[in-house]
């Protein structure tokens, strides 16, 4: 069991991952470009910028002036050169004022919080409400057209939303268990920022940089527009601009080059910014999880052959499935995740879809309502839900099936809320999807829904950060059966429950399904959860159903090993002291199954011929249905 | 570590924890007593808010205390300056729930590993030398290849994280370590795999372990002695076998009779039970 | 809710004063003497002394604060060192210029923000990868060099909006509105960039939550779920930012005015600075404040309306 291999190795720099995109390189490029030339403009700048040739004046590019000449005959690009040093030279001096007051006291303010915390954000406050191009040019008047003293202020004013940035990301960082680790290490406080705190907000740092530095050109370049700083003769980008607006009617081309490096120079910065902005952000993810399948992996994954007879009738079902195939990511390349799942449930049937993550069973559960999201899509095969065929629906057709045919609840209570509308709201809004409702019966709707998942009925008044988790999953609940509903999918609908909440919801489930006859499809992890409400069990493993029989028959005699081994490392049948079995190895990721049998690598009973070729599913009798072909010397093991 | 075995390794006594400041000021936690001998378990059980975590955040300096002692090999924590609870660290650690939260991502596994090493005091330090040998005997033994020492906890799977984070736990060879429910974000198999490491470790090195979990099922399966919490105030304590088997405590019964259990004739036995509890209560 | 707003108003209190103090130190670092400034290099040290008693230049400094606040509560704000009149009577000619210019952009940004950006998530593709070649465009180009094209293209060679000047509200609001286009498009670029940005990454990010899916599994409609749940949620964060925006076209509005020649606050407080004119910047930074203060006073109402979290407090 060593690390997931086939990742290249992660590394920390940002500045390799930067690097490696397009725009970041030329953005990067673009700006090192004009910043060394302007640095290096005594030895570069064709001409003198203040040198005047009246015989030369208002000329567009020519190889003696590339960018042409002012209406004093002066070489515009050279102008453009020396001008730079002023304004890149304010941009840097408005950065530092600001790097110097934001960071500290961002991170002050983030990591020890209290008291510290609220006398800094009061002093935000004030530096936000400050009118900053006031105060600045305030100190223009005072300072004499200083520009040093006006970038600085600048910086210093505009730290107070800074402060709240770096301030945001340390108080992440500080709720962080690593910190905590750390402590109780013994690892002294300055070491736990200098090592934890500070390297987590150097990608932040560097794109609020970029950000501010664009900023602070614009206003750089706009106080030399309004002829502050540096007075003529001396050029400066914005200076050049406002020459060039005197003389829009003469000569339009002047303005694009002064315009043009302004705004090419704010390009660069912008993104730069982004490009470290997503650099950042992929940094600390796996490079090369799930996704990117080699082409050998997706042919492996080829559906292993038709659909095979389930041995149950379908007939009579209200959900049919057949090889449901879902894959994730471009159309064409997708990563398979669902791979050929067969599934029947029986009008009022309650059937457990239970498997460890990376099983698939979530997203086939979504795939039954069509709600895989922007990235994921049915590949092949077919859902038909009371004898109507759902894949290839059309959005407003399934929208006649969702909540009316099929309804779900989800695994967090909390977060499957709107938090912006009361819960009665909510509940009015699904029971009038399907068939209109007055004021007066929609609020008798929400009543009854209430008092049908025994919550009395003012909780319709409350909003969700309102209830507890046990309340908010039965408002789901409610929400769900608005639309009566001849099947309900619960996905993981009590995982995130207190076990004495859970007992409850799972008392009201079954009290409701007993009630209106429902069908249930529960997802589930927990062999307890399935065990206490379902008649059926389906298990998956890598994407693929491996088993599927009565609730009672799976639980006495497995007839999967990988069932059989889950069940048995299950603390509740162990003796206490004594280790638990284990399975031993790990889920395959898409990108690794094998063409035989998924479960083969860590399976005790395989032998070669599980490995050849594809597993198909088949009947063990007694309605029983398992993808393995030792079936026989499983019974004898467990026997 | 020859100590007369009756002496408790940790013992908290009247433990009393606020949160929030001012008008928001609540005790979550409130008269807990708890006592652990050298190289036994104890399981702190209970429900969200009962302040099993907040217990564990106590013993290990993370949470002032308002009230009442924490004594850790007969010196009480709170009385500590900050150079010897500091140094405490080598003989108390932690392993937390959340794999994904408890390694810091920017910093490879040999780095986290190596870090609790660095800046001992005087008397504890150890050579380079000796920290990459501890730290490979360490990798080795909870499973994983010495070259995990230069990858990011990025390209682990949560327990694999899970178990570099028991490594680190026992870079300094601690004699406690709190389990802030280190299997509930994990899946039954890996679970099962990280329940008997931490068994293993135990019984190899005569830790002690405080195991915090919601899950009664678990906490027995590991737990020498088990404590029963609600709402910061401890309802029900014994010996694991006899809390599970026969608990005393509604409270603990009702905790029981909920958890569903992976029988269905057993889960109807359970579900009745609940039934009558309830009934009982009225 | 109303605890809320009494609590800014009395911290917004605290702000325009600290505020002031900010300036008004700065001020006594000002080199050089006004009264002098005032009468010129040729005037006699006696009439210098007069015109500074006059002023109150030859009070402590404190003092002088403490006389220009009592003033500022009464409404006095001083008088301009340069031309004698009174700073609020040159503020209040002035101001309905600014105030137009700031609302129309705040409605420009506001609208046209929310429905490129809702619309960019919800259609995404094409109109999203637009949104951001437009975006990194608008905020690149300096809104005084868009002020000065579009003088150049809209009022030069088409000739369909006033090149310059303003036209007050009094005299019609056709004219009134013709005359502010230009300005305020100028002004708003950047801004709607932003918002537009802001709205269209929190509404994916809405689009992606748990109780979207849960809508449609309960077979709201599209258009319920985008108008209603989606908007409402996302304006939260964008509310934020185009507080920030608005804010910053205050600044934005210093540089269109000198372009537009619109006879605001911006051009009044750049000519003032530019000849010294510390009472008049004094005065523009009180208004300025004031402004900063309201439209995070809004921001911070609204937040309370549309977040319940807020409103329970």
Request: hydrophobic residues 50%.
């Amino acid at each position: 069991m060593t690390a997931i291999g086939r990742s290249r190795a992660l590394s920390t720099g940002i500045l390799p991952r930067v690097l490696r995109k397009p725009l970041g390189v030329v953005s990067g490029v673009v700006l090192l470009v004009i910043v060394l030339a302007v640095i290096a403009a005594p030895l570069i700048a064709p001409a003198d910028p203040l040198a005047q040739s009246l015989r030369d004046v208002r000329q567009g590019p020519s190889a003696a002036h590339l960018l042409g000449t002012d209406s004093l005959g002066r070489d515009v690009l050279s102008r453009l050169l020396y001008g730079g040093q002023e304004s890149l030279a304010g941009v840097v001096e408005a950065v530092l004022a600001m790097l110097v007051i934001a960071v500290p006291l961002g991170v002050v303010a983030g990591y020890l919080g209290g008291i510290v915390d609220r006398i800094v954000l009061r002093v935000v406050d004030v530096l936000l409400s400050i009118p900053g191009t006031i105060i600045t040019l305030a100190v223009l008047a005072i300072f004499n057209n200083s520009m040093l003293v006006a970038m600085i202020s600048v910086g210093v004013l505009a730290s107070g939303a800074f402060i709240r940035v770096f301030r945001s990301v340390v108080l992440g960082v500080r709720q962080e268990l690593y910190i905590g680790a750390a402590r109780v290490s013994g690892v002294d406080e300055p070491r736990i920022v200098l090592r934890h705190v500070l390297p987590q907000l150097r990608g932040v740092l560097l794109v609020q940089i970029t950000l501010f530095a664009a900023a602070t050109l614009g206003i750089q370049t706009g106080l030399a527009f309004l002829a502050f700083g540096p007075p003529p003769p001396a050029p400066t980008w914005g200076g050049m601009v406002a020459e060039a607006a005197s003389l829009i009617q003469i000569d339009p081309w002047l303005l694009v080059p002064t315009g043009g490096i302004i705004a090419v120079t704010t390009l660069a910065l912008c993104l730069l910014g982004d490009a470290v902005r997503d650099a950042n952000q992929e940094r600390f993810t796996f490079a090369g999880s799930a996704a990117r399948r080699s082409p050998a992996a997706a042919r492996a994954v080829e559906r292993p052959a038709a659909p095979e007879p389930s041995g149950r009738s379908a007939a009579g079902a209200l959900l049919a499935v057949r090889g449901l195939r879902v894959g994730f990511g471009e159309r064409g390349a997708e990563t398979v995740v669902v791979d050929g799942v067969d599934l029947e449930v029986e009008p009022g049937e309650v059937v457990g879809l239970v498997g460890e993550s990376g099983s698939g069973k979530t997203v086939t559960a979504l795939s039954l309502l069509g709600l895989l999201g922007a990235n994921g899509r049915i590949v092949d095969g077919s859902i038909r839900f009371d004898g109507q065929e759902l894949v290839g629906l059309s959005n407003a057709k399934l929208r006649e099936v969702r909540g009316a045919g099929i309804a779900m609840i989800s695994q967090e209570p909390m977060v499957s809320l709107d938090p912006s509308f009361r819960v009665g709201s909510q509940i009015a809004e699904a029971a009038s999807a399907h068939r209109r409702l007055g004021r007066r019966s929609a609020r008798e709707r929400v009543d009854e829904l209430l008092r049908a998942v025994r919550l009395d009925p003012s909780v319709a008044r409350k909003y969700p950060h309102e209830i507890s988790g046990g309340m908010a999953q039965r408002v789901a609940i409610a929400i769900a059966l608005a639309g009566e509903p001849r099947l309900l999918i619960a996905d993981e609908p009590t995982t995130a429950l207190d076990v004495t909440v859970q007992a409850e919801i799972l008392d009201l489930l079954r009290g409701i399904q007993q009630r209106t006859g429902m069908a249930i499809v529960l997802v589930s992890h927990d062999w307890g959860v399935i065990a206490d409400l379902c008649s059926r069990a389906v298990v998956m493993y890598a994407g693929q159903v491996v088993e599927s029989a009565p609730v009672r028959a799976t639980f006495a005699e497995p007839r999967h090993p990988y069932t059989l081994a889950l069940l048995r490392s299950n603390p509740h049948d162990a003796v206490p002291g004594e280790p638990l079995p284990t399975i031993g190895g790990v889920v395959p990721s898409p990108a690794q199954w094998p063409v035989g049998c998924r479960f083969a690598a860590r399976c005790a009973f395989a032998t070669d011929a599980c490995r050849q070729a594809p597993i198909p599913m088949v009947d063990v009798g007694d309605g029983r249905m398992s993808r393995c072909i030792r079936v026989d010397a499983l019974r004898e093991a467990v026997a | 570590m020859t100590e007369q075995p009756q002496e408790p390794l940790l013992s908290v006594t009247g433990l009393a924890v606020d949160y929030g400041t001012g008008r928001r000021r609540a005790r979550v936690v409130e008269g807990v007593d708890l006592a652990i001998p050298p190289g036994r378990t104890l399981g702190l059980v209970g429900e969200s808010g009962s302040g099993k975590s907040t217990i564990g955040k106590a013993v290990l300096g993370l949470v002032p205390i308002a009230a009442g002692s924490v004594v850790f090999e007969g010196r009480d924590v709170a009385r500590l300056s900050g150079r010897e609870r500091r140094a405490l660290g080598a003989r108390r650690q932690v392993v937390f729930q959340d794999p994904y939260s408890s390694l810091d991502p920017t910093k490879t596994i040999g780095y986290t590993l190596a870090e609790p090493c660095v800046n001992r005091p005087a008397g504890e330090r150890m050579t380079r030398q000796q920290i990459a040998d501890r730290m490979g005997s360490l990798l080795g033994r909870v499973g994983l290849g010495p070259d995990a020492a230069h990858r990011y906890p990025a390209q682990f799977s949560g327990g694999q994280r899970q178990r570099i984070a028991i490594a680190r736990s026992l870079m300094l060879s601690p004699r406690l370590v709190v389990c802030d429910e280190p299997v509930s974000a994990l899946d039954l198999s890996v679970q099962a795999e990280v329940l008997n490491l931490l068994a293993e470790v135990q019984r190899d090195l005569g830790l002690s372990l405080l195991f915090i979990s919601h899950d009664l099922t678990v906490v027995r399966h590991i737990s020498h002695e088990i404590v029963v919490l609600r709402g910061g105030r401890v309802v029900e304590r014994g010996p694991a076998e006899r809390v599970y088997e026969y608990p005393e405590d509604p409270y603990t019964q009702s905790l029981l009779a909920s958890a569903p259990v992976p029988d269905p004739d057993e889960q109807q036995l359970r579900r009745d039970a609940r039934r009558a509890l309830a009934e009982q209560e009225g | 809710m109303i605890r809320l707003i009494v609590t800014r108003l009395v911290l917004s209190a605290v702000l325009v004063v600290i505020a002031s103090l900010a300036i008004f130190v700065l001020m006594s670092f000002v080199p050089g003497d006004p009264a002098r400034t005032i009468l010129g290099a040729n005037a006699t040290p006696d009439l210098v002394a007069r015109l500074r008693e006059q002023l109150g230049l030859d009070q402590p400094l404190p003092v002088q604060y403490g006389e220009w606040l009592a003033g500022v509560l009464h409404g006095d704000l001083g008088q301009s060192v340069l031309s004698g009149d009174p700073v609020a009577q040159l503020i209040a000619v002035r101001l309905p210029v600014t105030l137009s210019l700031l609302l129309l952009s705040t409605l420009a940004i506001s609208v046209i923000g929310t429905v490129v950006g809702l619309g960019s998530a919800v259609r995404g593709g094409p109109l999203g990868r637009l949104l951001d070649t437009v975006s990194l465009v608008g905020l690149a180009l300096p809104s005084y060099w868009v002020a000065i094209v579009l003088v150049a293209l809209f009022a030069v060679a088409i000739r369909v909006f006033p090149a310059t000047g303003y036209q007050p509200f009094v005299d019609g609001p056709v004219p009134w509105f013709l005359s502010l286009v230009l300005p305020v498009a100028a002004l708003s670029l950047g801004g709607i960039t932003i918002v537009a940005k802001q709205m269209r990454d929190s509404a994916l990010d809405v689009l992606g939550r748990d109780y979207i899916r849960v809508l449609r599994a309960s077979g709201i409609r599209e258009r319920s779920i985008v108008f209603k749940h989606v908007l409402r949620n996302a304006a939260l964060p964008s509310l934020t930012v185009l507080g920030i925006t608005v804010v910053g076209a205050l600044t934005g509005a210093v540089f269109v005015e000198n372009v537009f020649v619109l006879p605001g606050l911006g051009s009044l407080v750049t000519q003032a600075t530019t000849s010294h004119d510390l009472p008049v910047v004094l005065g523009v930074g009180v208004v300025f404040t004031l402004v900063v203060i309201v439209v995070n006073l809004v921001v911070d109402v609204l937040y309370g309306v549309l977040n319940p979290k807020v409103r329970v407090r």
